[in-house]
């Protein structure tokens, strides 16, 4: 069972996707939640997401990367996405060089507002 605070918004301003996740994922959580991403920026006619996993922690081995990234990326085909990350995951670091081998446009930042900035400029 999933142990994770989810919200997601809209910023019509920015046309952005906003989604920010608190808790502990398991892989399937983590798939499920760029699938509800990627629907919510279809519903709103953006390609623009923003996902914060700052204080999100993954509950799956470095290894289950390899079953969840051909779904995450199925999702993400047509998105842009600024995930901001915490200092000490290298998972995220796993999963964005994952991201870059099914050509998915994707970068992981530190910073909220330079996430938020760079996704704005793309």
Not at 72 to 92: R, W, Y
Request: glycine share 2%.
């Amino acid at each position: 069972m999933s142990n994770v605070s989810t919200c997601i918004t809209y910023d019509a301003s920015t046309s952005l996707v906003m989604m920010t996740l608190r808790g502990t994922a398991s892989a399937q959580d983590v798939i499920n939640f760029y699938q509800i991403a990627q629907q919510y920026s279809v519903l709103y006619g953006s390609d623009k997401i923003l996902v914060d996993v700052s204080e999100l922690t993954h509950n799956f081995a470095p290894a289950d990367l390899f079953t969840i990234m051909p779904a995450v990326a199925n999702s993400l085909k047509e998105a842009v996405v600024a995930i901001v990350v915490s200092f000490d995951g290298f998972m995220h670091d796993l999963f964005m060089q994952k991201a870059k081998r099914y050509n998915l446009q994707a970068e992981n930042f530190e910073c909220f507002n330079k996430a938020k900035n760079w996704l704005v400029r793309q």
